[in-house]
């Protein structure tokens, strides 16, 4: 059975996202990573709750993702409730983050570039906050629906 476009879509823009944001923190982590070198700081002190905010998190949910997008296209209902998860866990995550500010994650590093900085961290919660707003609400409204449901059942698991 072919997958509908809605799911195409969706599976594309899952796709194409996580591997963007794969891509940019690979980048931000590297250029953190040579900072640190190029002032002869030990790696060591990269290692803190912002590297967990900004690297490691992201990094488990756009892997995710990407499993999650091919699943899509072959319309495996696991990738379904995988879609639905990702339609909730990143925005609760990332608006609770933007909620109650742990200092430990924006606090500004004063000499330093650790990932991103005290304000610029709260610009890129809040604006990837926007972004996921929308998203999550088409998933959960696209992969809730008892039609979408039954097109995913119907599909054998291998």
Same mark, same amino acid.
């Given at each position: 059975?072919k997958?509908?476009?809605?799911?195409?879509?969706?599976?594309a823009v899952?796709?194409?996202?996580?591997? +963007?944001? *794969? /891509?940019?923190?690979?980048?931000?982590?590297?250029?953190? @990573?040579?900072?640190?070198?190029?002032?002869?700081?030990p $790696?060591s002190?990269?290692?803190n709750?912002?590297?967990?905010a900004?690297?490691?998190?992201p990094?488990?949910?756009s892997l995710?993702?990407?499993?999650?997008s091919v699943?899509?296209?072959?319309?495996?209902?696991?990738a379904?409730?995988?879609?639905?998860f990702l339609?909730?866990?990143?925005?609760?995550?990332?608006?609770l +983050?933007? *909620? /109650?500010?742990?200092e430990a994650i924006f606090?500004p590093? @004063?000499g330093?570039?650790?990932?991103?900085?005290g304000? $610029?961290?709260?610009?890129?919660y809040?604006y990837?906050f926007v972004?996921l707003i929308?998203?999550?609400?088409?998933?959960l409204?696209?992969?809730t629906?008892e039609?979408m449901?039954s097109q995913?059942?119907?599909?054998?698991?291998?």
């Amino acid at each position: 059975m072919k997958a509908p476009l809605s799911v195409v879509l969706a599976a594309a823009v899952l796709f194409v996202g996580s591997v +963007l944001i *794969l /891509l940019a923190i690979v980048l931000m982590f590297t250029d953190a @990573v040579e900072s640190y070198r190029i002032a002869g700081r030990p $790696l060591s002190g990269i290692v803190n709750a912002r590297l967990f905010a900004y690297a490691v998190l992201p990094i488990s949910f756009s892997l995710l993702g990407v499993a999650t997008s091919v699943g899509l296209f072959g319309l495996r209902e696991w990738a379904r409730k995988m879609a639905i998860f990702l339609s909730v866990a990143p925005v609760t995550i990332c608006g609770l +983050l933007l *909620l /109650l500010r742990p200092e430990a994650i924006f606090q500004p590093d @004063v000499g330093a570039t650790i990932l991103v900085v005290g304000d $610029l961290g709260i610009v890129v919660y809040a604006y990837m906050f926007v972004i996921l707003i929308p998203v999550s609400v088409w998933w959960l409204i696209l992969f809730t629906r008892e039609s979408m449901r039954s097109q995913f059942r119907s599909q054998k698991t291998l």
